[in-house]
């Protein structure tokens, strides 16, 4: 079974940061492209960012551009997402998923949320002061 961890979620004041980790099991990463997405209570799922199964690729969205990096250490089999200058907008569940789209993913990637396969089981990410 495919299988996807995150972490890295808590608590963290209006500017702070944290790092999310995405840990795969029972696949090898680099052959698929990987999404963060999240949830806040009374919200849509929103796509925040993905990568390409090869790494050159990214998309974000407009919320995070520019505070949100998404990057890959494929010998860990591991995806991240930093996120620096943190807002209380930003309060949500963090989720990661995966799929496969064989050649085309190498080189790009899309965050709409029914492309992905499989997902991890989510972390809270709280900003407040």
């Known amino acids: 079974q495919l299988q996807l961890v995150e972490s890295g979620g808590g608590a963290v004041q209006p500017g702070g940061s944290l790092r999310l980790s995405c840990a795969a099991s029972?696949?090898?990463?680099?052959?698929?492209?990987i999404g963060w997405f999240r949830q806040a209570p009374g919200k849509e799922r929103e796509g925040v960012s993905c990568i390409s199964s090869l790494g050159a690729f990214t998309n974000y969205a407009d919320s995070v551009k520019g505070r949100f990096t998404i990057s890959r250490d494929n010998a860990k089999n591991t995806v991240y997402l930093q996120m620096n200058s943190l807002k209380p907008e930003d309060t949500a569940v963090y989720y990661c998923a995966s799929y496969s789209k064989g050649l085309t993913g190498r080189y790009y990637c899309s965050r709409e949320s029914q492309n992905f396969e499989s997902w991890g089981q989510g972390t809270q990410v709280t900003v407040s002061s």
């Open positions: 029972g696949f090898t990463l680099n052959n698929y492209v």
